[in-house]
């Protein structure tokens, strides 16, 4: 299969609410916040004042993130951005390799019924090809090391260990982190002119 992979940028907002929003516009979902705002602030984001946020992501110089598609269609979403404007530049619990501007990958959602298809390679390579395109020295992603095991898929989308090291990323340290029961490692993709075009 071939899926194509874009910026999510203003013109997209639509599919970035297909893959983030709730059904109900009132209630109050992650919309990929959780690990971009600090915990107080994203709190404080209730209802529709989420999918506001992100549609003001979504609009400036460096997009949120970037989509999956199959054909015209809408089927997944890979959360990028600098590690120095999330959270994760203050963890205690997900450890600072050394002082390279890093970017960080952190979320991977596929679309319901779109699942089992092969797209979160690609979507993860798309998110490190962009960063690669707006200068990231390097793109880190904090997945859990599950060996094998089943992941269950609400805490599916910080990725498995098994996935970033196909898109090319290697260990570089383990974390005080857990998610679905499963330790979490710093994977790192090291980019060069050659490897981000």
Known sequence: MNFEVHPATAERFADVATMLGPKNPTSTVCWCLSHRLPAKESRSLLGPARGAYVRELCGRDVAPGV????????????????????????????????????????????????RGRGITLPLLE????????????????????????KVDLTMAYVGTRALFERAGFTKVADT?????????VVMRRLLTADSAA
């Open 67 to 114: 989509l999956a598609y199959d054909g015209d269609e809408v089927v997944g979403w890979a959360a990028v951005a600098p590690r120095a404007e999330l959270p994760f530049a203050r963890s205690r619990k997900i450890p600072h390799v050394d002082d390279l501007p890093v970017w960080s990958a952190w979320c991977v959602r596929v679309r319901p019924g779109h």
């Open 126 to 149: 798309g998110a490190v090809r962009y960063a690669g395109e707006n200068g990231a020295p390097a793109v880190e992603g904090y997945p859990v090391d599950n060996r094998g095991a």
């Open 176 to 184: 005080d982190s857990i998610s679905g029961g499963f330790p979490r």
